[in-house]
């Protein structure tokens, strides 16, 4: 009998996890639809790999199946993610940033890729005795293809599917109720610190190492973002936002300049997130944490950024 243990080692951390679908494969109870949930990027979709791969090797002994679902070319695996509609055609979200296409709208999981779906698994497998369908980001599905899987998954399917959402509670409660939730935890503060050593922002991290990881919520995928947004804000702007209590009304005219005509709207947006967390770990002041939502709620809504900012800026000197 295979090993099942051997498939996960390499996700130690998730072992809550593993352990659930280590059973499954062991007993032969393979549920028809999975619901894996947790923080971006702690291990799901490559933990979903090594399930599709335990569930193959049951009735083969290939050596190159694991080779041929980590490069996503085993014929029997589908992996739908959210796309782009752009001038009538459909682009992944992956081919998307590698060609740095740039759009003000959000990707989606569109009934297109849920038709498409359907068509896959209505076919024999090629290699396997069962299709393996995995949707990244589910929380991205529209209306429509939120209706058109859920008629998909109350059926009988010659495969199994695997939902991976980092919102489950974004996703209709009879999607959910069809499926074997999978918890995924979120990486620790020793595992986070692990991932800042392995690229070059270190020096950053150290300097606001408490503001960063808990606007990472445990998601490594987060985790580089916010070090990657850190690190493009000029650290002039960091310093006068945390002495902006002792400054005078001129000063905090001055950063509201500042900051519109240097940072990009993202970047601004990041940046008062930034904010609420670190007054948040500094004052316990729910005050401020309004304040610098309603900032977002304003810059959102195409106000005038400078005056936003200034009124924000002004009225947090207020609250000293």
């Known amino acids: 009998m295979q090993n099942y243990h051997d498939l996960f080692e390499d996700y130690t951390y998730q072992e ?44 083969s002994n290939e050596t190159n199946t694991r080779i041929l679902l980590d ?25 998307a940033k590698v060609e740095s296409f740039k759009t003000h709208l959000k990707p989606q999981i569109r009934v297109e890729q849920i038709k498409d779906l359907k068509n896959f698994l209505s076919k024999k497998p090629i290699k396997s005795k069962l299709s393996m369908v995995i949707i990244d980001e589910m929380e991205t599905i529209n209306e429509a293809a ?7 998954i109350e059926e009988p399917i010659s495969g199994v599917i695997i939902l991976i959402s980092t919102r489950p509670d974004a996703l209709l409660d009879t999607i959910k109720s069809r499926c074997q939730t999978i918890p995924f935890k979120p990486f620790n503060k020793i595992l986070l610190k692990r991932e800042i050593l392995e690229n070059k922002f270190e020096k950053e991290f150290n300097l606001n190492h408490n503001e960063i990881l808990s606007l990472s919520y445990g998601s490594p995928i987060l985790l580089r973002r916010n070090l990657e947004n850190y690190s493009s804000i000029p650290q002039e702007i960091f310093l006068k936002v945390k002495q902006l209590p002792n400054k005078n009304p001129l000063d905090a005219l001055l950063l509201a300049k500042e900051i519109t005509e240097e940072l990009l ?41 400078r005056i936003a900012w200034e009124m924000t800026l002004i009225n947090l000197m207020k609250l000293d």
């Open 146 to 152: 939120s209706n058109s899987i859920l008629k998909t």
């Open 265 to 305: 709207p993202d970047q601004q947006f990041w940046l008062i997130d930034w904010m609420q967390q670190y007054y948040w770990e500094k004052t316990i002041d729910s005050k401020i944490i309004k304040i610098l939502g309603n900032l977002k709620t304003q810059l959102k809504s195409y106000i005038n950024q």
């Open 16 to 59: 809550f996890a593993t352990e659930l679908l280590y059973s499954s494969l062991q007993k032969g109870r393979i549920a028809p639809t999975y619901l894996f949930t947790g923080p971006l990027g702690v291990g799901q979709k490559e933990i979903a790999l090594r399930f599709f791969e335990g569930l193959i090797n049951r009735d």
């Open 71 to 95: 490069s996503g070319n085993h014929p029997d695996l589908l992996i739908v993610e959210p796309t782009y509609l752009y001038q009538g055609k459909i682009i992944p979200k992956s081919t």
